[in-house]
T-cell receptor, first 116, second 115 residues
Framework: GDSVTQTEGPVTVSESESLIINCTYSATSIAYPNLFWYVRYPGEGLQLLLKVITAGQKGSSRGFEATYNKETTSFHLQKASVQESDSAVYYCALGDQDYNQGKLIFGQGTKLSIKP | DMKVTQMPRYLIKRMGENVLLECGQDMSHETMYWYRQDPGLGLQLIYISYDVDSNSEGDIPKGYRVSRKKREHFSLILDSAKTNQTSVYFC???????WGSGEQYFGPGTRLTVL
């Protein structure tokens, strides 16, 4: 079936250090997957951080980057230097470009804490 | 102001009681969603609504029903709540034209505990 697996949390990183949160997907019934990273800050709802709909392309937002790798079925989230304000829960998600009727498949979320 | 609201934010109920979770959005989105998230699992889709009175089961609809009588409101109802329905419930909304873009707007969640 279709699924998303990401780094088991919680993850703690020191401020100004680099970050990678792994995400791999299985899209057995989706011909053209779209990939997304959502973020949920404390007390708020999930919000779209970045998206990539074409394999081989990179998406970026707020200093975060993720590259859609079709060969390894991965979409890892990276940031070169984290800030305390990046503390949040990060969700990787998979969608269907052609026939999704609005549905997304989410990973379990990775809670990130930044040490000052 | 683009916003999805959920009420209540926290709720404690006893097994067998009825539960009503409410969701509102001010963006005139046609599509609205109810998800639940349990520890260690991703968000699971309970129901999706494509507009007023146009609702469709998601992946885990058993034990739930929904109501959408106005475009801006979407309710999740648990008739006779069970302990295994203890979870965090998220409501979301989107324009149907944005399905491919994956842009959904989420509420802050309701933490439901069923004792």
């Amino acid at each position: 079936g279709d699924s998303v697996t990401q780094t088991e949390g919680p993850v703690t990183v020191s401020e100004s250090e680099s970050l990678i949160i792994n995400c791999t997907y299985s899209a057995t019934s989706i011909a053209y997957p779209n990939l997304f990273w959502y973020v949920r800050y404390p007390g708020e709802g999930l919000q779209l951080l970045l998206k990539v709909i074409t394999a081989g392309q990179k998406g970026s937002s707020r200093g975060f980057e993720a590259t859609y790798n079709k060969e390894t079925t991965s979409f890892h989230l990276q940031k070169a230097s984290v800030q305390e304000s990046d503390s949040a829960v990060y969700y990787c998600a998979l969608g269907d470009q052609d026939y999704n009727q609005g549905k997304l498949i989410f990973g379990q979320g990775t809670k990130l804490s930044i040490k000052p | 102001d683009m916003k999805v609201t959920q009420m209540p934010r926290y709720l404690i109920k006893r097994m067998g009681e009825n539960v009503l979770l409410e969701c509102g959005q001010d963006m005139s989105h046609e599509t609205m969603y109810w998800y639940r998230q349990d520890p260690g699992l991703g968000l699971q889709l309970i129901y999706i609504s494509y507009d007023v009175d146009s609702n469709s089961e998601g992946d885990i609809p058993k034990g739930y029903r929904v109501s959408r009588k106005k475009r801006e409101h979407f309710s999740l109802i648990l008739d006779s709540a069970k302990t295994n329905q203890t979870s965090v419930y998220f409501c979301a909304s989107s324009f149907s034209r944005d399905w491919g873009s994956g842009e959904q707007y989420f509420g802050p969640g309701t933490r439901l505990t069923v004792l």
